[in-house]
């Protein structure tokens, strides 16, 4: 009798240590991630790393970096004259998520973002709008910068490929505020006549790079990041 309530015992002593080891794989704390879109996908590349961290089943906070200059460039910002020799990029992302379905091996969550942006180059031999005076100009050279402000809120599928690996996709709509400056402009010459170029079969906005002072409106975000969990 001793002997069978020791094998019991040790039965439900192993069975709940298999649970947990279980329970233990499928749980995860951390999350770091990289945007595939950023560096691909975008006019003004750079390339994001972020950092997610859960606080309870259901709030997590992110934190995201990126950076891009022309050196480290992959995608066709160069070639499409959008990125200069000093284009440089520094942007900032926090993030809160809440996890609508914290028991799901597929995660659906909801997060609202903040953005932060600030993009510099310099060009030569172009033209720029300027919002104020409805204005076109050319010119010989100039040094651009731009500001962006943004808050977005944005819906989240996790798809799991392996226990660590996996991938995030993200998309959401919001609003932003932009501040382009072009300064020390040299040779500026106003034109009254200037035509934007054609610069592909589909319309493309090259506001953020051509319209010079401030521009509020709506922001759409999209993107897929390879995450990895532990």
Request: hydrophobic share 30%; glycine share 8%.
């Given at each position: 009798m001793k002997s069978s309530y020791i094998l019991i015992s040790f039965v439900i002593l192993f069975t709940n240590f298999t649970f947990a080891q279980e329970k233990s794989i499928d749980e995860f704390n951390s999350i770091i991630t990289l945007s595939t879109f950023s560096p691909i996908v975008n006019y003004a590349p750079r390339w994001n790393l972020g950092y997610i961290r859960k606080i309870d089943k259901r709030y997590w906070l992110g934190f995201e970096l990126g950076y891009g200059n022309k050196n480290i460039s992959v995608n066709f910002a160069e070639k499409g004259g959008y990125i200069k020799n000093d284009y440089k990029i520094f942007e900032i992302k926090p993030e809160i998520y809440y996890d609508l379905k914290p028991k799901s091996k597929l995660k659906h969550l909801l997060s609202l973002e903040f953005?932060?942006?600030?993009?510099?180059?310099?060009?030569?031999n172009s033209w720029y709008y300027d919002l104020d005076s409805k204005t076109y100009f050319k010119f010989d050279s100039a040094e651009y910068q731009r500001i962006k402000y943004g808050i977005g809120i944005n819906y989240n599928l996790i798809y799991n490929i392996t226990k660590n690996l996996a991938l995030l996709q993200k998309?959401?709509?919001g609003f932003r505020k932009r501040d382009v400056l072009y300064s020390n402009v040299i040779n500026r010459i106003e034109d009254e006549n200037f035509e934007e170029p054609d610069s592909s079969v589909i319309p493309v906005s090259n506001g953020f790079l051509r319209d010079n002072g401030i521009n509020n409106s709506f922001n759409f975000n999209l993107d897929l990041k390879i995450i990895y969990k532990f």
């Open positions: 953005q932060y942006v600030k993009h510099t180059d310099k060009f030569n998309a959401g709509i």
